[in-house]
Each structure stands twice: as C-alpha cells, then as structure tokens.
C-alpha cells in the first residue's frame, strides 16, 4: 500500500508564498508521476500542476503558470509545489496524487482518473 502525506499549508497574506510538500512511502510505490489537485469550498477539485518522476517534464494549469512551480527530490520519493504571488482564490484544500502509468501533456495530468494514490489534504488559505 502507497501512503501520500502532504504538509507545509497554512494561513498566509496574498502576496505572499508558501511550499507544500508531498512525500510518498510504501514498498510498491513506483509511479510515475505525481500532481496537485486543489479543492476550494463549494468547488470541484481541480488540476494544478503535475510532474514526471524520471524526466522532470511539468504541466501547470493556466490559473497557476507563472507563480507555482512544481518539483521532485527522487531520492526522499518527495514532490513539492512552491506557490508564490498567492491571491485570496488560490485558497483552497491541496491534494496530492500519484499517476497510475505515464503520462504526457496536460490533459493527461488534468485528468483524476489517471491517480490511484491520493493525500489527505492540507488547508491554503490566503487572506487579502
């Protein structure tokens, strides 16, 4: 079994930034790939950013390119989301989630049936 534990969330002021980690653990966790997905209250859960394990290859949704940057540290099986210039709709719960196979291009990432791993969720919340 895969267990995805997220942290880093908290209250923060728009302008500002904040890091949200994602570590995996697990014997057979060998996905190849992982995402942020973000929920906000009376909202669908909806795609951020994704990230190929092995080529670092990223896909971003539109209302986050330029200000959140995803990465990955192999070596911890961990995936961060730097968010920086944070407004007040980036409030949100913050899933993370592993690929099931490979994926490439941004419908691929988008799409949640595409995860078979998902997190617990950590709050953002970003005060104007």
């Known amino acids: 079994q895969v267990q995805l534990v997220e942290s880093g969330g908290g209250l923060v002021q728009a302008g500002g930034s904040l890091r949200l980690s994602c570590t995996a653990s697990?014997?057979?966790?060998?996905?190849?790939?992982m995402a942020w997905f973000r929920q906000a209250s009376a909202k669908e859960r909806g795609f951020v950013a994704g990230?190929?394990?092995?080529?670092?290859?990223?896909a971003y949704a539109d209302a986050v390119k330029g200000r959140f940057t995803i990465s990955r540290d192999n070596a911890k099986n961990t995936v961060y989301l730097q968010m920086n210039s944070l407004k007040p709709e980036d409030t949100a719960v913050y899933y993370c989630?592993?690929?099931?196979?490979?994926?490439?291009?941004?419908?691929?990432?988008?799409?949640?049936?595409?995860?078979?791993?998902w997190g617990q969720g950590t709050q953002v919340t970003v005060s104007s």
């Open positions: 990230i190929n394990w092995y080529s670092g290859s990223t």
């Open positions: 697990g014997r057979s966790f060998n996905n190849d790939g």
């Open positions: 989630a592993a690929l099931r196979n490979y994926c490439s291009g941004y419908g691929c990432y988008a799409s949640q049936a595409n995860y078979n791993y």
